[in-house]
């Protein structure tokens, strides 16, 4: 039976190798070689430096204040993405109890979840325009509003205090609905039975998402901390387009930082690559630490 | 409150006297689940309707009352937007590299998948971990060398070179998750095909592909978002010829120059022309969408 495989092996895998070889793993081992040298771009000549951009960057408080801001990223965007998404769709699901002990969604649920899943299907250029004339400090729609009340308005991505959280909800708004349908979905993969039986034990709505729910749901919600985790160290197109960095450098991320650095006014390719050697290092770290952490014995229903 | 230790407590007690309270307070809960809920729904809709109804008015309408509805409905904010700013153009050009690099990325991301699923040889694990490691990484860190790559390759410039690369970088998800999807399939229908004669690519393409268009469907509206909402390849990879350019490099040399222009309508009409179709296509399709993104799940 296993006679004659390997002309379907060799004609299946040797494209998407080779193609996933010379797009994907050259640059990226390209990217370490570079990173050892002073290369200045397009014509210039690049000399081995060893390790002398590891040492620049380790004084640069510029990489430092965007990591800074990476980090807090890191430790908000996944959790607020998460607890949120958690809760809308407990709620999509369970909300509307209907009947003794049945387990009914909500009514509109459907169109909730059509709704809430908007910003997914939108590209990040657009999320990131709009949000932009949102924060306007003129008239942007959320200025006008807080005038409406009567309020002083900040002038929101202008200042340096307050640019940061903007840029932070905006990310936080882009994701939940996402992992509203995610989590929706692996839910309604939970048989029923195992809900209408805890309610009619009367647990509560909070003692059952933690009890029941979020322990079914252990590996999605592993999988959606590892991406938005590695979200949280990107981040770059929205800040790059929203603030570019600014005000004060007060929004600046690694990515933003990498990009300035290699296509800006100066084009610092070894220095540039030498930030994004770290960049890899520090994102493979939080991945396998996110999953090492996270792991536990899967439940299985049949 | 009641926990999961006291349900014979509160069982024996008559069902009529029970129930009131228990009610009273789902009410409660379900009035504010739903005032969350909407809350949250409006949060969503409230930029989108905002950026829709600023693209019908004027400038002056736009600075003087952001919340105001037009006077009148300006379409020629959408006409300066389609063919002054050429978003009409740049939407095409999208609609074809992305219709290509998508079809590329399923026939070679299945393929993949498929071998790594189904075959056993030497070397198959460090190949397949060679894939998915590859999604760890934003693409931005391979950016500088990738740049260099892809114009040494005489590809700078070109959207094959863009279609090239969106698909090699969509790789190691697509194959990560086809893996596990043909690795669900079960194995005795391959095994009766085979014992029948079936040949090996016979039975990938009559009998397996097939039957993996659950998670095929659910993978190809993965990537055709990501491919779609693509900003920084194109960005680097497509600076030069303007008539080439991605909506997403169109709508951001709009909104640069809109910050000389002051020509805000403008902006918000080639935002909606980029919005609306992207979300009538999802209304109308958001059963696949969603089944997509369900698809583990069902079957």
């Given at each position: 039976m296993k006679h004659g495989k390997w002309p379907l092996i060799v004609t299946f895998l040797v494209p998407p190798v080779l193609l996933y070889v010379f797009f994907v793993v050259s640059p990226y081992l390209q990217a370490f070689q570079i990173s050892t040298t002073d290369w200045l771009g397009y014509s210039a000549d690049a000399n081995p430096v060893g390790l002398a951009n590891f040492k620049t960057l380790w004084h640069d408080d510029y990489v430092w204040n965007a990591l800074k801001n990476n980090a807090i990223l890191l430790g908000l965007v996944p959790v607020l993405t998460i607890v949120l998404g958690l809760f809308f769709a407990t709620m999509l699901a369970m909300g509307g109890r209907k009947g003794r002990a049945g387990v009914t969604g909500v009514r509109g649920g459907a169109l909730y979840r059509t709704v809430y899943f908007f910003p997914q299907v939108l590209s990040v250029v657009i999320i990131a325009l709009l949000w932009k004339e949102v924060y306007h400090?003129?008239?942007?729609l959320l200025t006008a509003a807080v005038h409406a009340v009567g309020l002083p308005a900040p002038t929101w991505l202008g200042d340096p205090a307050t640019a940061f959280w903007c840029v932070l909800a905006v990310m936080v708004w882009s994701n939940v609905g996402f992992y509203v349908v995610l989590f929706g979905a692996a839910m309604s993969a939970v048989p029923k039975e195992i809900y209408e039986a805890v309610l009619l034990d009367g647990a509560s709505r909070f003692t059952t998402l933690r009890r029941v729910t979020l322990p079914l749901l252990w590996d999605t919600v592993q999988v959606a901390w590892v991406y938005l985790a590695i979200f949280a160290l990107d981040g770059f197109i929205l800040v790059q387009l929203m603030?570019?960095?600014?005000?004060?450098?007060?929004?600046?991320?690694i990515g933003v930082r990498m990009y300035d650095t290699a296509f800006g006014s100066e084009t610092k390719f070894g220095y540039a690559s030498a930030i994004g050697v770290v960049m890899f290092f520090l994102t493979l770290s939080v991945a396998v630490l996110s999953l090492r952490v996270g792991r536990r014995e899967r439940i299985e229903y049949s | 409150m009641t926990t999961l230790d006291q349900p014979t407590a509160t069982?024996?007690?008559?069902v009529t006297s029970r129930d009131r309270p228990v009610r009273r307070e789902l009410g409660v809960a379900n009035t504010l689940s739903h005032g969350f809920l909407l809350l949250w729904g409006l949060l969503t809709v409230l930029p989108l309707l905002w950026m829709f109804i600023s693209s019908f008015k004027t400038n002056s309408e736009i600075l003087a009352d952001p919340w105001g509805l037009p006077?009148?409905?300006?379409?020629d904010n959408w006409a300066r937007a389609w063919t002054g700013a050429h978003i009409g153009r740049y939407f095409l050009n999208s609609l074809v590299v992305v219709t290509g690099s998508v079809s590329l990325t399923m026939l070679m991301g299945a393929t993949a998948a498929y071998v790594f699923a189904r075959y056993e040889f030497r070397g198959r694990q460090v190949v397949y971990y060679l894939f998915v490691g590859g999604l760890m990484f934003p693409v931005f860190l391979a950016l500088v060398p990738l740049f260099f790559v892809v114009r040494n390759a005489g590809l700078f410039n070109t959207w094959l070179g863009l279609i090239l690369v969106y698909a090699a970088y969509s790789l190691p998800f697509t194959v990560f998750f086809l893996t596990a999807f043909f690795r669900t399939l079960p194995t005795s229908v391959a095994e009766a095909a085979l014992v029948d004669g079936c040949g090996h690519f016979r039975l990938f393409f009559r009998v397996m592909l097939p039957m993996a268009r659950p998670g095929m469907i659910s993978v190809a509206i993965f990537n055709f978002l990501s491919h779609w909402n693509q900003f920084l390849l194109p960005q680097v990879l497509l600076q030069g010829d303007e008539s080439k350019w991605m909506l997403a490099q169109g709508l951001f040399a709009l909104s640069v120059s809109q910050g000389y222009a002051g020509d805000y309508a403008r902006l918000f009409a080639g935002l909606s022309i980029a919005v609306l179709p992207v979300l009538a296509v999802y209304v109308a399709f958001q059963r696949q969408v969603q089944t997509g993104l369900t698809a583990g799940q069902l079957k």
């Amino acid at each position: 039976m296993k006679h004659g495989k390997w002309p379907l092996i060799v004609t299946f895998l040797v494209p998407p190798v080779l193609l996933y070889v010379f797009f994907v793993v050259s640059p990226y081992l390209q990217a370490f070689q570079i990173s050892t040298t002073d290369w200045l771009g397009y014509s210039a000549d690049a000399n081995p430096v060893g390790l002398a951009n590891f040492k620049t960057l380790w004084h640069d408080d510029y990489v430092w204040n965007a990591l800074k801001n990476n980090a807090i990223l890191l430790g908000l965007v996944p959790v607020l993405t998460i607890v949120l998404g958690l809760f809308f769709a407990t709620m999509l699901a369970m909300g509307g109890r209907k009947g003794r002990a049945g387990v009914t969604g909500v009514r509109g649920g459907a169109l909730y979840r059509t709704v809430y899943f908007f910003p997914q299907v939108l590209s990040v250029v657009i999320i990131a325009l709009l949000w932009k004339e949102v924060y306007h400090p003129n008239q942007g729609l959320l200025t006008a509003a807080v005038h409406a009340v009567g309020l002083p308005a900040p002038t929101w991505l202008g200042d340096p205090a307050t640019a940061f959280w903007c840029v932070l909800a905006v990310m936080v708004w882009s994701n939940v609905g996402f992992y509203v349908v995610l989590f929706g979905a692996a839910m309604s993969a939970v048989p029923k039975e195992i809900y209408e039986a805890v309610l009619l034990d009367g647990a509560s709505r909070f003692t059952t998402l933690r009890r029941v729910t979020l322990p079914l749901l252990w590996d999605t919600v592993q999988v959606a901390w590892v991406y938005l985790a590695i979200f949280a160290l990107d981040g770059f197109i929205l800040v790059q387009l929203m603030t570019n960095g600014g005000p004060n450098f007060s929004t600046d991320v690694i990515g933003v930082r990498m990009y300035d650095t290699a296509f800006g006014s100066e084009t610092k390719f070894g220095y540039a690559s030498a930030i994004g050697v770290v960049m890899f290092f520090l994102t493979l770290s939080v991945a396998v630490l996110s999953l090492r952490v996270g792991r536990r014995e899967r439940i299985e229903y049949s | 409150m009641t926990t999961l230790d006291q349900p014979t407590a509160t069982a024996p007690t008559p069902v009529t006297s029970r129930d009131r309270p228990v009610r009273r307070e789902l009410g409660v809960a379900n009035t504010l689940s739903h005032g969350f809920l909407l809350l949250w729904g409006l949060l969503t809709v409230l930029p989108l309707l905002w950026m829709f109804i600023s693209s019908f008015k004027t400038n002056s309408e736009i600075l003087a009352d952001p919340w105001g509805l037009p006077g009148a409905l300006h379409l020629d904010n959408w006409a300066r937007a389609w063919t002054g700013a050429h978003i009409g153009r740049y939407f095409l050009n999208s609609l074809v590299v992305v219709t290509g690099s998508v079809s590329l990325t399923m026939l070679m991301g299945a393929t993949a998948a498929y071998v790594f699923a189904r075959y056993e040889f030497r070397g198959r694990q460090v190949v397949y971990y060679l894939f998915v490691g590859g999604l760890m990484f934003p693409v931005f860190l391979a950016l500088v060398p990738l740049f260099f790559v892809v114009r040494n390759a005489g590809l700078f410039n070109t959207w094959l070179g863009l279609i090239l690369v969106y698909a090699a970088y969509s790789l190691p998800f697509t194959v990560f998750f086809l893996t596990a999807f043909f690795r669900t399939l079960p194995t005795s229908v391959a095994e009766a095909a085979l014992v029948d004669g079936c040949g090996h690519f016979r039975l990938f393409f009559r009998v397996m592909l097939p039957m993996a268009r659950p998670g095929m469907i659910s993978v190809a509206i993965f990537n055709f978002l990501s491919h779609w909402n693509q900003f920084l390849l194109p960005q680097v990879l497509l600076q030069g010829d303007e008539s080439k350019w991605m909506l997403a490099q169109g709508l951001f040399a709009l909104s640069v120059s809109q910050g000389y222009a002051g020509d805000y309508a403008r902006l918000f009409a080639g935002l909606s022309i980029a919005v609306l179709p992207v979300l009538a296509v999802y209304v109308a399709f958001q059963r696949q969408v969603q089944t997509g993104l369900t698809a583990g799940q069902l079957k």
